[in-house]
C-alpha cells in the first residue's frame, strides 16, 4: 500500500523498534555474569544456544588454519575487503596537534576493545573487517572478538577474517552475556575499555544496560535502508535492493520514496512478483509483510524531509541526478548516491565501516570510524603575553562565580605593575 508523508510520519514516528519487556531478562544475565563469571557463559551456552563447550577460547593456531582452509577466491575477497577498509580508515584517521601552536588536540588509541560478531542464521566476516580493520588502524593493543557459539564449530570464513584483521582473542559466547563478559571480564575473557559491533536486541539491551562501566558504539534497532527513486531507476535493481536490506531478519525495515506514485505502483508489482521465488524467502516476506513502506511525496523537499526524519542506517538514491540530494540528506548513517553505489557494496568493501546508526538514531550520531578508537584531549601550553591578555577575562567570571581560589590561581600569576 501507498501512503503519503503526513500518514507516513504519524505513524512512523510513534512506533518503537525495541521491545522493552526484555530489558529486566537483560539485566539479569548481566548480572549474573558478573557474579558467576565463565560459570555463567557455559550455562547460557548451553541454555540459549544449545552448544555445550569446555573452552571458551579459539586457540590462535585456528584462526591461521582456517585462513588457509578456505577457498582461494574468497580469502581473496576477504584481504580486498580489507585493504580497501584499512586504506579509507587511514585516510579518515585524526591527527595530533589540530588548532593552534598554543591550545590543540592529541588523540591516542584505546587499550583494550571488545567486538561482537553476530552468528546464527547467518555468518558475518565482513563485520570483522568493518570493526577489527579500523580498530587497528587507530593503534588498538588488544581486540577481543566474542560471537555466538556453533554446534560444528564457529565458521572458517569468520576465522580467517579474524586472522586478516589481526584479532587477538576469539570467544565463542553470544548473546547479552558476551557484553557482560566484556564489561566486567571473567575468568578467561579480558574487561575492554570500549565494545562494538551490531547484535540483536539482546545484546543492544546489554550495551544500554553496561553503557557508564564500559564504552558502546551504539544501541542498535533492526537493520533499515531508505531509497528516494524516480522513473529513471532500475526497478528489478531497486527489488533487488529491498530484498537485500529485508533478508537480514524479519524485523529490517525497508522504506522506498518516489515524487511519482506509478512509479511506486510498479516497484512494489515487481517486489509481488520476485518475491515468489527470491532466496530467502521466508525471512523476506516476513520482513515485507510488516516493515516495508511505500510512500508517496509531492516533491524534492518533501522526499528529504521524509528521509532526514527516518534517518536510517542506509540512505540510496537512485533518480536522475542524485546530488541534488547532497545536501539536502543530512541524517542517515551512510549516504549511496547512483546505480553503481548499492548499499550491498557497502557492506562489504567500499571502505566505510558498515556498523552505523538505526533507529533514527542518524539525527544526532555518526557510523563507526577508526577515529571511534581514539581518545581525546586538548592541550593548553599559553605564552605569557597570551595569559596576560585574558587573565582578567578569567578572573572576572571567577569573581562572577565566587569561586574565589579560581581567582586567586590567575591572580598570584598575574604580572604587576
Known amino acids: 500500500m501507498i501512503i503519503d508523508k503526513t500518514t507516513f510520519l504519524n505513524d512512523y514516528l510513534s512506533q518503537s523498534a525495541l521491545n522493552e519487556d526484555l530489558y529486566p531478562v537483560v539485566k539479569d544475565i548481566c548480572d549474573t555474569v558478573k557474579t558467576s563469571g565463565d560459570a555463567a557463559l557455559k550455562s547460557y551456552n548451553a541454555k540459549l544456544d544449545g552448544v555445550e563447550i569446555e573452552n571458551l577460547k579459539i586457540p590462535y593456531s585456528d584462526l591461521e588454519t582456517a585462513y588457509n582452509n578456505i577457498d582461494e577466491s574468497l580469502r581473496d575477497a576477504l584481504n580486498t575487503s580489507h585493504d580497501r577498509i584499512k586504506a579509507y580508515q587511514t585516510s579518515i584517521k585524526w591527527s595530533d596537534k589540530q588548532g593552534t601552536e598554543e591550545c590543540y ?38 581486540i577481543t572478538v566474542v560471537t555466538p557459539p556453533q554446534k560444528n564449530g564457529l565458521p572458517d570464513v569468520v576465522l580467517a577474517a579474524c586472522y586478516i584483521a589481526g584479532v587477538d582473542n576469539v570467544f565463542q559466547v553470544g548473546g547479552a552475556q558476551s557484553i557482560a563478559a566484556l564489561a566486567y571480564g571473567t575468568e578467561t575473557i579480558p574487561k575492554v575499555d570500549k565494545i562494538v559491533g551490531p547484535g540483536n536486541q539482546y545484546v543492544a539491551y546489554a550495551k544500554k544496560y553496561l553503557y557508564g562501566q564500559v564504552g558502546i558504539d551504539q544501541i542498535a534497532g533492526p537493520s533499515e535502508i531508505a531509497l528516494i527513486i524516480d522513473e529513471t531507476a532500475d526497478l528489478n535493481a531497486i527489488t533487488y535492493d529491498v530484498f537485500a536490506q529485508a533478508e537480514h531478519d524479519e524485523m529490517a525495515r525497508t522504506f522506498v520514496i518516489s515524487e511519482n506514485r506509478e512509479v511506486l505502483e510498479h516497484l512494489e508489482s515487481t517486489i509481488q512478483q520476485r518475491l515468489r521465488t527470491v532466496e530467502r524467502q521466508p525471512i523476506v516476506a516476513a520482513s515485507l509483510k510488516n516493515n516495508h513502506f511505500l510512500i508517496a511525496v509531492a516533491n524534492k523537499n518533501e522526499a528529504s524531509d521524509v528521509m532526514n526524519q527516518i534517518a536510517p542506517e542506509h540512505a540510496s538514491i537512485q533518480t536522475v541526478n542524485p546530488q541534488e540530494y547532497l545536501n ?45 578508537f581514539l581518545t581525546r584531549h586538548s592541550v593548553i601550553n599559553l605564552t605569557e603575553s597570551t595569559f596576560n591578555n585574558i587573565e582578567t577575562a578569567a578572573r572576572t567570571l571567577a569573581h562572577q562565580e565566587a569561586l574565589y581560589n579560581h581567582e586567586q590561581s590567575i591572580k598570584v600569576r598575574t604580572t604587576k605593575e
Open 105 to 142: 588536540e592529541m588523540y591516542h588509541p584505546l587499550e583494550r576493545v571488545g567486538v561482537y560478531v553476530p552468528g546464527g542464521k547467518a555468518s558475518y566476516p565482513s563485520t570483522v573487517l568493518m570493526t577489527v580493520t579500523l580498530a587497528k588502524v587507530a593503534g588498538v593493543s588488544d
Open 328 to 372: 539536502k540528506v543530512r541524517y542517515v548513517g551512510a549516504l549511496f548516491l547512483g546505480y553503481y553505489s548499492p548499499e550491498v557494496i557497502g557492506d562489504y568493501v567500499a571502505g566505510p565501516s558498515h556498523v552505523l546508526p538505526t533507529n533514527q538514531t542518524a539525527r544526532f550520531t555518526n557510523g563507526l570510524s577508526v577515529n571511534d
